[in-house]
């Protein structure tokens, strides 16, 4: 792995580490955020409807903060 995909794949991570924090999980366990994660991956798998849902869940979570 060259040092530019490194850097791209830390500033990844971070991100999305950040998103974590952002919807307030900070202090939950890595198990119950992994299991949330699976769970949500499985519900969204093949249904637009859910993922539409959840994408405007977060676009307002986003604009609510200016980001």
């Not at 949500?40 to 307002?60: P, T, V």
């Amino acid at each position: 792995m060259t040092s530019d995909a490194r850097k791209k794949d830390t500033r990844e991570k971070i991100e999305l580490g950040g998103l974590i924090v952002k919807a307030g999980l900070r202090y939950e366990k890595r198990t119950l955020l992994l299991g949330a994660l699976i769970e949500i991956a499985r519900r969204i798998e093949g249904d637009e409807g859910e993922r539409s849902r959840l994408a405007a869940i977060g676009a307002e979570a986003f604009g609510n903060d200016g980001e």
